[in-house]
T-cell receptor, first 116, second 115 residues
Framework: DGGITQSPKYLFRKEGQNVTLSCEQN?????MYWYRQDPGQGLRLIYY???????QKGDIAEGYSVSREKKESFPLTVTSAQKNPTAFYLC???????????????FGPGTRLTVL | GNSVTQMEGPVTLSEEAFLTINCTYT??????LFWYVQYPGEGLQLLLK?????DKGSNKGFEATYRKETTSFHLEKGSVQVSDSAVYFC??????????????FGQGTILTVHP
């Protein structure tokens, strides 16, 4: 089955530690995205990548880093510089990064990160 | 910049009641509009979409009409079920330019349907 997988589902981190969230897709999509979801605030874009070896900052990139070495993988690292990292993180992908009207984004199941 | 505003939740209804979740937007040009649904503990799923003024998106009994004159995209369903309990997000994507497929989301509306 084609889709997006995120792991782990739940993640606990001690303050001051870096942690990496996994996102893998087998949809052969060029574009991938990371969003952060907080209660009552909707989703906010952290980083996006239109193509392998290229990525751009979204609206709230501070304290996060990404890489895109393979088409199917887009890991997100939450660094110790992120002041309030406890949140639900969602990865998404789309056929390409254009603003095409029928360019639907497909979402993974998410990872809930809690900083202890 | 672009923005999306949804009605405050949570919304609590009895089964078979009529549902409306209001959504208004601010954007230049002619954005595409979407409703996404998030069931407990899961990611988002596209529920319906509309790409131009007066278009009506529909799916699973839900409908929304793109109203450019009122910059709105309200979600409606004639008879809700317990299984519709979820969080609903309105979103827009600006067509053209250098938006790189970025979606702008509203804050989400929690819907709870009781038997």
């Amino acid at each position: 089955d084609g889709g997006i997988t995120q792991s782990p589902k739940y993640l606990f981190r001690k303050e001051g530690q870096n942690v990496t969230l996994s996102c893998e897709q087998n949809l052969n999509h060029d574009a991938m995205y990371w969003y952060r979801q907080d209660p009552g605030q909707g989703l906010r874009l952290i980083y996006y990548s239109q193509i392998v070896n290229d990525f751009q900052k979204g609206d709230i990139a501070e304290g996060y880093s990404v890489s895109r070495e393979k088409k199917e993988s887009f890991p997100l690292t939450v660094t110790s510089a992120q002041k309030n990292p406890t949140a639900f993180y969602l990865c998404a992908s789309s056929i390409d990064g254009s603003s095409g009207l029928y360019n639907e984004q497909f979402f993974g199941p998410g990872t809930r990160l809690t900083v202890l | 910049g672009n923005s999306v505003t949804q009605m405050e939740g949570p919304v609590t209804l009895s089964e078979e009641a009529f549902l409306t979740i209001n959504c208004t937007y601010t954007a230049t040009g002619y954005p595409s509009l979407f409703w996404y649904v998030q069931y407990p503990g899961e990611g988002l799923q596209l529920l319906l979409k509309a790409t131009k003024a007066d278009d009506k998106g529909s799916n699973k009994g839900f409908e929304a009409t793109y109203r450019k004159e009122t910059t709105s995209f309200h979600l409606e369903k004639g008879s809700v079920q317990v299984s519709d309990s979820a969080v609903y997000f309105c979103a827009l994507k600006k067509a053209g330019g250098t938006s790189y497929g970025k979606l702008t989301f509203g804050q989400g509306t929690i819907l709870t349907v009781h038997p």
